[in-house]
C-alpha cells in the first residue's frame, strides 16, 4: 500500500523560503511521478511540479524559477524547495503519487505580505 506524509509546511513572510518534504512508502521513486500539488482557500487544486522516474522535471508557469523539486531515492523522500515566496503561494500542498493516484494529508504554507 502507497503512503504518502508531507512535512515542512509553515508560515513565512513574503520572499523567504521553505522546503516541504514527501516521505514515501511502498513505491520506488525511481520508477514513478510524483508530484506537488496545492489548493488555495476556494481556488481549485492546481499541479506545481512533477518528477518523473527517470528524474526530468516540470513546473507550473507561476513558480519556474522559484520552486524546485527533487528526490533522495535512499530516503525515498521528494522535495520542493521554495524560495522567493508570495503570498499567492499561500495553500495546502499536497503530494501525489501518479500510478496509484494516492495522496498525502497535505501541508499548509502561509505566506503573509
Do not use: H
Amino acid at each position: 500500500q502507497v503512503q504518502l506524509v508531507e512535512s515542512g509546511g509553515g508560515l513565512v513572510q513574503a520572499g523567504g523560503s521553505l522546503r516541504l518534504s514527501c516521505a514515501a512508502r511502498g513505491i520506488i521513486l525511481g520508477l514513478n511521478t510524483l508530484g506537488w500539488y496545492r489548493q488555495a482557500p476556494g481556488k481549485q487544486r492546481e499541479l506545481v511540479a512533477t518528477i518523473t522516474g527517470g528524474g526530468s522535471t516540470n513546473y507550473a508557469d507561476s513558480v519556474k524559477g522559484r520552486f524546485t523539486i527533487s528526490r533522495d531515492i535512499a530516503k525515498n523522500t521528494v522535495y520542493l524547495q521554495m524560495n522567493s515566496l508570495k503570498p499567492e503561494d499561500t495553500a495546502v500542498y499536497y503530494c501525489n503519487a501518479r500510478r496509484t493516484d494516492t495522496w498525502g494529508q497535505g501541508t499548509l504554507v502561509t505566506v503573509s505580505s
